[in-house]
C-alpha cells in the first residue's frame, strides 16, 4: 500500500475511524466495594465503615443530598475507612448517593439509606422460630442470609396495633439477593406474607393488625432458600402504614394537591394534602405527614402542567372526561374493577407530533396498560401495550395529530384486571420545550467509569456531555458556580447548535485539595429566552450483567482537586486548516516527571462536526508522543473548534488522569476537487494511464503534488506536480508479474497543496477503481489438415431417421389401439 506517513494509513476505506472508548482494565481509581452499616436514622450520628481499595489517601466523603456530613475520620487504612457521619433530621428518607475522596482520586458512587428508625445488629444464632431475636417496634435491623439460613425475630404488640415490615435487599446493591418476609403468629401461621412487589420489584413489605396481645414472629429469608456473605439486609420493623401507591401520582409543580395513599386491593386508603416542590422533580418521592412515613417513599411526578382527573362513568368514548387542555397534560385515573375503561377527551391541534406516556408499574401500580388513541369517529391513531423504558410493561408511543380536533385516550388492563390500587397517570407532551445534557457511557456495562471531574493539580480534566433539544432555540453556554477554591471552567464559548461540547476544568498548581458538587447548567444567552439546561446524568445503582433494576439521575457533578499527576499532555497546534474532505496529522506531546515511563492511554474528547477521529492513541512506555488522524467529510464547513485530549496511565496505585489545554483546530473549504478516476483496465505486465480531471476551487502558489493512494506496492503509480493552472493530470500505471489481477477499488488522489505554514492535504476522486487482468493467452496453431483424394464413388441414399422413443403411456396407448382392430 502506497503510505508516506501515519495521516495516510487506512485513510482511503472511506468510513475512517469510529468515535470510541476502549473498556478499562483491572486497576481502578479508589474502589468503594461497600459500607457498614447500609444506612442509619436520620437526625442521628453514625460510625461508618467505607470499604475498598487505594483508600490510604483518604481525604473525604462527597454527599449528594444536603444535611449530610463528615465529622471524624477516625481510622484510615488501605482497604477501609471509619468516620463518623452526621445525618440531619432534614434528610429524607430512602438511599443517598456517597463516594470517596482520596488525595488521587474520586471512586464510583454508592448508596447510603436513611430511615426513620434506629439500627440494631441481627444476633446470631437466630434461625430457630423457637429462639428468635427479640426486638422492639420501630427498628431497623441490619442483618445477612447465609446460604439456606432463616432469621426470626420476635415483636410484642397489643391487640388492634399494627405491624408492618418493609426489607431493602435488593436495592442496598451487593448481589441479586431476592428476600422473602413473613408474620406469622403463636400458632406458627402466616397472617402475612411478602416475595416480590410492583414498587420495590424483589424487596417485599407486608402490614398486619395483631389479633392478640402478646408476641408476633418477623421471619427473613432468601425465595428459594439461597444467600451469601453479600447478601445483606435492613429489615424495618414497626407500626407504619405502607402505601402501594398514591392517587393522582403526580401534580404541577409549587401547586397543592390532595393525594390518596392506596394500600393494597382492599381498598383501605388515606388523603393528605401535599405541597409540591417549586421546580419540576420527576424522581421526587412522597412520605405522609399525618401517619407514621414508611421507610421509603412512593414515586410522585412533579410536572410544570396541570392534572386531569377522571370523572366517572368513562367507561364509554361517549362518557368521556373531558380535559382543557390537551399539550401538556397529565390525565390521572384508577381502573377499580375487572373489565374497567376509562376513556378522556383532549383538544389537540394539527401537526403536533405528541408523546403519549403511561406511568403505572413506574409508580407501584399493578396495571399492564394498554392505551390508544382515536378520533371523534372511533378511528384509531395509535396505540401502545408495553414499551414504556425501565418498567416495560408501560405503555408508550408517539403520534401526529392529522388535524384541529378532539381525540380521545382509551386505557384499560391488558388482562382485564382491575381495583383500587390500579393507579395510572398518562402525560401527553409535544410542545414543552427542554433542553438536557449528560456524559455517555465511556465503557461497556458500567455507568459510573470517567463520570467525576478530578482535576489534578496544575493540570486539567475533560469529559463530554451529549445535548438534548427538544422545541428549544438560541444559544446557550455552560455555567458551573461553586467550584473548589483554586478551579476554573474553561468551556465558556456558546455551544450554538453542537450536539456535544467537551467540558474542560482547570487547577492551578497550589489549589487546596477539596470537592464540591457542581450544579452545570447551560444559560441562555439572550436573557429573554426563559429555558434553562439541566444535567440529567443516570447512574445504575443496581445490575447484574445487562439487567438493571435501579437507577439515579443526578442533577450535579462530582468535582475534586486531587494532587499532580506524573505527565502532562499538549496538542500540538496545526499551522494550516482541516479542509473538506482532506485529512491531517494531529499531534500530541507528553512531558514526564523524572522516573514516570509507564504507557499513557491519550482519549480524544471530541471531534468537530463532519470530522472522523480515532477515540484513542496510546504513547508507549518511555515514549513523549502519538498522533491522531482527523479525516473530514465532503461536507465539513469553517470553522474554528476547541479540542482537548485526556490521558490515563497507571501510577502504582490506580489511575492517574490529565487533560490538555484547549487547542484549536480550523476547518475550511476545499481548495479543489475532482470526480472518481475514469475505469481503467490494464494488462498485468503490461502499462496504462488514467486522467483525473481537476476543478480549482482556490488558487494557491507554487507546485502542488498529486499521488494515487490505496493501491498495492506491486503496483507503482509515480507521483505527478500540479498548479493551479493544471486542469488535468495524468498518471502512469506500471505492472508486472507481481501486481494483483483483479479491481482495487476505494483509490483517491491525495493532494498536498503548499500553502503559508506547511501543506494542506486534499483528498480527492475518492471511490477510484482500477482493474489489473491476467495477460493474454496466445491462440494455439491449427491443427495440421490431411490431404483428399478425389475418388469416383456412388452417391450414398441418406439413412432413415431413427424411430422416436415412446414414453410408457404413448406405449400403451398404441397397444390399446391395436387391440381394437
Known amino acids: 500500500m502506497k503510505q508516506s506517513s501515519s495521516l495516510l494509513k487506512s485513510a482511503f476505506c472511506a468510513g475512517l475511524a469510529l468515535f470510541a472508548a476502549a473498556a478499562p482494565s483491572s486497576a481502578a481509581y479508589p474502589e468503594f466495594s461497600g459500607t457498614k452499616p447500609n444506612g442509619a436514622q436520620r437526625g442521628s450520628d453514625v460510625m461508618v465503615t467505607f470499604t475498598g481499595n487505594r483508600l490510604a489517601d483518604f481525604e473525604g466523603l462527597i454527599f449528594f443530598t444536603p444535611g449530610f456530613t463528615m465529622k471524624k475520620v477516625e481510622k484510615v487504612e488501605n482497604g477501609k475507612v471509619e468516620c463518623l457521619v452526621g445525618i440531619a433530621p432534614t434528610v429524607p428518607p430512602g438511599n443517598h448517593l456517597i463516594r470517596l475522596r482520596t488525595k488521587t482520586g474520586i471512586s464510583h458512587a454508592r448508596q447510603f439509606f436513611v430511615g426513620p428508625f434506629p439500627n440494631v445488629d441481627e444476633k446470631e444464632p437466630n434461625n430457630d422460630i423457637e429462639s428468635p431475636q427479640i426486638i422492639a417496634l420501630n427498628q431497623t435491623v441490619e442483618g445477612v442470609v447465609q446460604n439456606e439460613d432463616v432469621d426470626y425475630y420476635k415483636v410484642t404488640v397489643k391487640k388492634g396495633q399494627r405491624i408492618s415490615v418493609e426489607v431493602d435487599g435488593l436495592r442496598l446493591g451487593y448481589t441479586v439477593f431476592d428476600p422473602y418476609l413473613a408474620i406469622i403468629d403463636k400458632d406458627k401461621f402466616e397472617k402475612a406474607a411478602s416475595d416480590d412487589t410492583i414498587l420495590h420489584r424483589q424487596d417485599g413489605y407486608c402490614s398486619y393488625v395483631a389479633e392478640y396481645d402478646g408476641d408476633y414472629i418477623v421471619q427473613i429469608r432468601e425465595s428459594s432458600y439461597r444467600g451469601g456473605g453479600n447478601s445483606f439486609y435492613r429489615l424495618h420493623v414497626g407500626s407504619f402504614r405502607r402505601p402501594d401507591v398514591v392517587y393522582p401520582a403526580g401534580g404541577k409543580a409549587g401547586s397543592k394537591v390532595k393525594v390518596r395513599f392506596i394500600e393494597g386491593k382492599n381498598g383501605q386508603s388515606f388523603e393528605e394534602e401535599a405541597v409540591l416542590p417549586a421546580e419540576e422533580d420527576p424522581e421526587y418521592m412522597i412520605y405522609a405527614k399525618s401517619q407514621e412515613p414508611a421507610p421509603s417513599g412512593n414515586p410522585f411526578r412533579v410536572m410544570a402542567f396541570d392534572n386531569t382527573l377522571e370523572a366517572e362513568p368513562n367507561d364509554e368514548q361517549a362518557k368521556a372526561t373531558a380535559s382543557a387542555v390537551g399539550d401538556p397534560v397529565a390525565l390521572n385515573g384508577i381502573i377499580e374493577k375487572p373489565g374497567d375503561i376509562d376513556y378522556f377527551k383532549v383538544p389537540l391541534k394539527k401537526g403536533l407530533k405528541v408523546e403519549i406516556a403511561t406511568f403505572a408499574q413506574a409508580l407501584g401500580s399493578p396495571l399492564d396498560s394498554v392505551v390508544g388513541l382515536y378520533n371523534a369517529k372511533g378511528g384509531s391513531l395509535g396505540g401502545s401495550d408495553d414499551?414504556?423504558?425501565?418498567?416495560?410493561?408501560?405503555?408508550?408511543?408517539?403520534?401526529?395529530?392529522?388535524?384541529?380536533?378532539?381525540?380521545?385516550?382509551?386505557?384499560?388492563?391488558?388482562?382485564?384486571?382491575?381495583?383500587?390500587?390500579?393507579?395510572?397517570?398518562?402525560?401527553?407532551?409535544?410542545?414543552?420545550?427542554?433542553?438536557?445534557?449528560?456524559?455517555?457511557?465511556?465503557?461497556?456495562?458500567?455507568?459510573?467509569?470517567?463520570?467525576?471531574?478530578?482535576?489534578?493539580?496544575?493540570?486539567?480534566?475533560?469529559?463530554?456531555?451529549?445535548?438534548?433539544?427538544?422545541?428549544?432555540?438560541?444559544?446557550?453556554v455552560f455555567d458551573a458556580p461553586g467550584l473548589p477554591p483554586g478551579m476554573k471552567f474553561l468551556t465558556d464559548y456558546p455551544v450554538k447548535d453542537l450536539q456535544n461540547v467537551p467540558l474542560l476544568f482547570e487547577s492551578a498548581p497550589d489549589a487546596p485539595l477539596a470537592h464540591a458538587t457542581v450544579p452545570v447548567k447551560l444559560k441562555p444567552v439572550d436573557p429573554a429566552n426563559k429555558v434553562t439546561g439541566k444535567l440529567r446524568q443516570e447512574f445504575d445503582i443496581v445490575r447484574n450483567g445487562n439487567v438493571v433494576y435501579y437507577t439515579e439521575i443526578e442533577d450535579r457533578l462530582p468535582v475534586a482537586t486531587v494532587e499532580e499527576a506524573p505527565y502532562s499532555l499538549e496538542i500540538v497546534k496545526p499551522a494550516v486548516p482541516l479542509v473538506a474532505g482532506g485529512l491531517m496529522d494531529l499531534k500530541v506531546v507528553s512531558k514526564r516527571?523524572?522516573?514516570?515511563?509507564?504507557?499513557?492511554?491519550?482519549?480524544?474528547?471530541?471531534?468537530?462536526?463532519?470530522?472522523?477521529?480515532?477515540?484513542?492513541?496510546?504513547?508507549?512506555?518511555?515514549?513523549?508522543?502519538?498522533?491522531?488522524?482527523?479525516?473530514?467529510?465532503?461536507?465539513v464547513g469553517a470553522g474554528t473548534w476547541k479540542m482537548t485530549v485526556m490521558g490515563e496511565a497507571e501510577s502504582g496505585n490506580g489511575r492517574v488522569y490529565n487533560a490538555s489545554p484547549y487547542c484549536e483546530v480550523a476547518t475550511a473549504p476545499a481548495m479543489l476537487a475532482a470526480p472518481a478516476l475514469p475505469l481503467t483496465a490494464v494488462e498485468q505486465g503490461k502499462e496504462a494511464t488514467v486522467t483525473a480531471k481537476l476543478e480549482h476551487l482556490q488558487p494557491f502558489e507554487g507546485e502542488a503534488v498529486a499521488d494515487i493512494y490505496g493501491v498495492p506496492d506491486t503496483i507503482p503509480i509515480e507521483g505527478m506536480k500540479i498548479t493551479k493552472d493544471t486542469k488535468e493530470v495524468t498518471f502512469k500505471i506500471k505492472t508486472d508479474a507481481k501486481s494483483p489481477v483483479g479491481k482495487q477499488a476505494n483509490l483517491f488522489v491525495k493532494v498536498d497543496v503548499p500553502v503559508k505554514g506547511g501543506l494542506i492535504v486534499h483528498r480527492i476522486a475518492t471511490g477510484s477503481v482500477i482493474r489489473i487482468d491476467p495477460p493474454r493467452k496466445a491462440p494455439p496453431p491449427a491443427p495440421a489438415q490431411p490431404a483428399v483424394v478425389a475418388q469416383n464413388k456412388p452417391k450414398e441414399e441418406p439413412k432413415p431417421a431413427a424411430p422416436k422413443a415412446l414414453s410408457r403411456l404413448e406405449q400403451l396407448r398404441q397397444e390399446a389401439a391395436a387391440g381394437k382392430k
Open 593 to 635: 516527571k523524572e522516573g514516570f515511563k509507564a504507557p499513557i492511554r491519550v482519549f480524544m474528547m471530541w471531534k468537530p462536526p463532519g470530522v472522523s477521529i480515532l477515540g484513542e492513541q496510546t504513547i508507549a512506555e518511555g515514549q513523549n508522543e502519538c498522533t491522531f488522524i482527523l479525516d473530514a467529510s465532503a461536507g
Open 387 to 476: 414499551g414504556g423504558g425501565r418498567r416495560r410493561l408501560d405503555s408508550k408511543f408517539t403520534v401526529t395529530i392529522p388535524a384541529d380536533d378532539n381525540y380521545f385516550i382509551r386505557i384499560t388492563d391488558h388482562l382485564e384486571r382491575g381495583g383500587s390500587n390500579f393507579v395510572y397517570r398518562i402525560e401527553l407532551k409535544a410542545s414543552e420545550p427542554t433542553l438536557t445534557f449528560s456524559s455517555p457511557q465511556f465503557t461497556v456495562n458500567d455507568t459510573h467509569y470517567r463520570q467525576f471531574i478530578a482535576v489534578p493539580r496544575g493540570g486539567r480534566y475533560a469529559t463530554l456531555v451529549n445535548i438534548s433539544r427538544n422545541n428549544v432555540s438560541g444559544d446557550f
